[in-house]
């Protein structure tokens, strides 16, 4: 309710403002990958300004159990103030974040760092991010984050983590 | 407490303390990959029973928040199912429990995407793929326990035959349900069984285990009338906040 009657009153911040903030949000990192940024991530949902200058953040959890939702909503409204900003945060939790929003930049970010991304079908098995080989088996369901599954490349026998489709 | 605020505590109940009975294991798992996997499925219990305690407590409208509602409630104010305070037994008797319990929920979520009650509709949005995921790991593992060696063939059959009576709650409907139904906030129990049966029937039959018949046996966890288990459950995990009230981090 709070929320909707903010709406009302809030509008939109303007193209170079909202720029800017993008900008500042772009250096914020997840806090368990940190090569991905919050933005990478999808979980940034609205930005609000308000009459009284204060600006309303959207936040989507990822994982209903990961640890990391609240480092998130932190560093954010850290780096926000840090650049001057009166910035709130406010769980947006519909629609659900799943791993298919996590950006075309994120995927090829999380890759060159070792992780499978995910978009595989969730019994599929995804290529190797160390040397390509699609001859990959999986170890364990659940990896050392909530985000990650542990598989093996059969080629290169590395281990692996992937990000789990959800 | 109106019936929509009861139906919403159930569900938060049930994930609560499924996710502290999950949590039992941290450290104590046959492997490591099993240590994770149970910790990180009852933290993603724990995660959505958050939202729905907080939900609960707005619906209440007495100004209890989740960790009041969590750590500040009796037994006979519990409203989980039976079947999630059982002991975690040995591990095939915790997948086991896991396995019943996934199957449910899968199809409780699937219902409730269409809840007129926009929390429960987006957790379940969420749940659903978790759910998920939860069924393929305890499926397998009642898959590979039950169609693995002898021992334990035999020991994974006795704890379906021991928890398997406790499913019948899960489709039992009472009157908080009809209302929660009626008011389009909440679905039927009866109307989940069939997506059970059929989860179940096919893991089952893979794992070459035999569906139990069902039992008159009846447990009403749901209406606050308890096993003799829960009891010890939640004086360990209130402990701490009733020793320091308001206790943080």
């Given at each position: 309710?709070?929320?909707?009657?903010?709406?009302?009153?809030?509008?939109?911040?303007?193209?170079?403002?909202?720029?800017?903030?993008?900008?500042?949000?772009?250096?914020?990192?997840?806090?368990?990958?940190?090569?991905?940024?919050?933005?990478?991530?999808?979980?940034?949902?609205?930005?609000?300004?308000?009459?009284?200058?204060?600006?309303?953040?959207?936040?989507?959890?990822?994982?209903?159990?990961?640890?990391?939702?609240?480092?998130?909503?932190?560093?954010?409204?850290?780096?926000?103030?840090?650049?001057?900003?009166?910035?709130?945060?406010?769980?947006?939790?519909?629609?659900?974040?799943?791993?298919?929003?996590?950006?075309?930049?994120?995927?090829?970010?999380?890759?060159?760092?070792?992780?499978?991304?995910?978009?595989?079908?969730?019994d599929?098995?995804?290529?190797?991010?160390?040397?390509?080989?699609?001859?990959?088996?999986r170890?364990?369901e659940?990896?050392?984050?909530?985000?990650?599954?542990?598989?093996?490349?059969?080629?290169?026998?590395?281990?692996?983590?992937?990000?789990?489709?959800? | 407490?109106?019936?929509?605020?009861?139906?919403?505590?159930?569900?938060?109940?049930?994930?609560?303390?499924?996710?502290?009975?999950?949590?039992?294991?941290?450290?104590?798992a046959p492997a490591?990959e099993e240590?994770?996997g149970l910790?990180?499925v009852?933290?993603?219990?724990?995660?959505?029973?958050?939202?729905?305690?907080?939900?609960?407590?707005?619906?209440?409208?007495?100004?209890?928040?989740?960790?009041?509602?969590?750590?500040?409630?009796?037994?006979?104010?519990?409203?989980?199912?039976?079947l999630?305070?059982q002991?975690n037994g040995d591990f095939g008797d915790t997948i086991m429990r896991q396995f019943l319990f996934d199957a449910w929920?899968l199809?409780?979520?699937?219902?409730?995407?269409?809840?007129?009650?926009?929390?429960?509709?987006?957790?379940?949005?969420?749940?659903?793929?978790?759910?998920?995921?939860h069924l393929r790991y305890s499926g397998g593992w009642v898959e590979r326990l039950g169609d693995g060696t002898a021992e334990s063939h035999a020991r994974v059959a006795a704890s379906l035959a021991r928890l398997w009576p406790y499913t019948?709650?899960?489709?039992?409907?009472?009157?908080?349900?009809?209302?929660?139904?009626?008011?389009?906030?909440?679905?039927?129990?009866?109307?989940?069984?069939?997506?059970f049966a059929a989860r179940t029937g096919e893991t089952l039959a893979r794992a070459t285990l035999a569906r139990p018949a069902?039992?008159?046996?009846?447990?009403?966890?749901?209406?606050?009338?308890?096993?003799?288990?829960?009891?010890?459950?939640?004086?360990?995990?209130?402990?701490?906040?009733?020793?320091?009230?308001?206790?943080?981090?």
């Amino acid at each position: 309710m709070a929320v909707a009657a903010r709406a009302r009153a809030a509008t939109t911040p303007p193209p170079e403002l909202l720029a800017r903030l993008r900008g500042i949000l772009a250096q914020v990192a997840d806090p368990e990958i940190p090569v991905l940024s919050v933005l990478d991530l999808g979980v940034i949902r609205h930005f609000l300004l308000g009459p009284d200058g204060k600006l309303e953040v959207g936040i989507s959890p990822t994982y209903s159990g990961c640890p990391a939702n609240a480092v998130i909503k932190t560093d954010v409204l850290r780096a926000l103030c840090a650049a001057g900003f009166d910035a709130v945060a406010v769980d947006v939790l519909a629609p659900a974040w799943s791993s298919d929003w996590l950006s075309e930049e994120g995927r090829r970010k999380l890759e060159a760092y070792g992780i499978a991304p995910p978009g595989a079908p969730s019994d599929a098995r995804p290529a190797c991010p160390r040397c390509g080989s699609a001859s990959t088996s999986r170890t364990s369901e659940f990896g050392s984050t909530p985000c990650k599954a542990l598989y093996r490349c059969d080629a290169c026998l590395e281990p692996f983590d992937y990000f789990k489709c959800i | 407490m109106t019936p929509h605020a009861r139906y919403v505590l159930r569900l938060a109940d049930s994930n609560l303390v499924l996710a502290q009975r999950l949590g039992e294991w941290a450290g104590h798992a046959p492997a490591l990959e099993e240590d994770l996997g149970l910790a990180n499925v009852s933290l993603d219990l724990l995660g959505q029973a958050r939202i729905l305690l907080a939900h609960a407590g707005q619906l209440e409208g007495r100004g209890r928040g989740e960790d009041e509602l969590a750590y500040l409630r009796e037994e006979s104010e519990y409203y989980n199912l039976t079947l999630v305070e059982q002991p975690n037994g040995d591990f095939g008797d915790t997948i086991m429990r896991q396995f019943l319990f996934d199957a449910w929920q899968l199809g409780l979520y699937e219902a409730l995407l269409g809840s007129s009650d926009a929390t429960l509709a987006a957790v379940a949005a969420k749940g659903r793929g978790e759910a998920a995921y939860h069924l393929r790991y305890s499926g397998g593992w009642v898959e590979r326990l039950g169609d693995g060696t002898a021992e334990s063939h035999a020991r994974v059959a006795a704890s379906l035959a021991r928890l398997w009576p406790y499913t019948q709650e899960l489709f039992v409907d009472d009157d908080v349900e009809r209302a929660a139904s009626e008011a389009g906030i909440g679905v039927l129990p009866s109307a989940l069984e069939g997506a059970f049966a059929a989860r179940t029937g096919e893991t089952l039959a893979r794992a070459t285990l035999a569906r139990p018949a069902k039992t008159a046996f009846q447990w009403y966890g749901k209406q606050g009338r308890h096993s003799e288990h829960l009891g010890y459950l939640l004086a360990e995990m209130q402990s701490l906040h009733r020793a320091h009230p308001g206790a943080t981090w």
